[in-house]
């Protein structure tokens, strides 16, 4: 499963295999998704103005998250710009190296493209 979705949840584009092993509905794992990743960037704020000097900063960007799930499948998200977040739910087969680079290479190319619609570098 992939996703393109909003920080508020909402779903702009996805893709379901038709075997659908872990039966989750895009909607659900939208809203999930953007409520824990709005929790580690405020985590990560937070961390940022207690130590300034060693953590860079990422312009309020999650860059890439990866957590296991039940039954070992795994969930990453990654930022694609300011207001929205790549996902994709892969199985417990793909290494994580995998998963990640795949991610970050898709949410770049969303950023990219929404740049050009929004006018912006």
């Known amino acids: 499963m992939a996703l393109l979705v909003t920080a508020d949840g909402e779903i702009l584009g996805s893709h379901v295999e ?5 039966a989750l509905e895009p909607s659900d794992v939208g809203a999930l998704v953007t409520e ?3 929790d580690y960037l405020q985590l990560g704020k937070e ?3 207690l130590d300034n000097k060693t953590i860079k900063s ?9 957590v296991e799930m039940n039954e070992g499948y795994w ?9 929205c977040y790549v996902v ?4 417990p087969a793909v290494p994580q ?5 795949r991610l970050l290479a898709v949410s770049q190319y969303v950023k990219e493209s929404f740049s050009q619609i929004e006018g912006g570098p």
């Open 75 to 83: 969930v990453g998200i990654a930022g694609a710009g300011s207001n």
């Open 36 to 38: 824990v990743a709005a």
């Open 47 to 49: 961390l940022q103005r």
């Open 88 to 91: 994709a739910i892969a199985e």
């Open 97 to 101: 190296g995998f998963l990640k680079e």
């Open 18 to 22: 038709e075997e659908n092993p872990i």
């Open 58 to 66: 990422s312009n309020g960007l999650l860059p890439c998250l990866i």
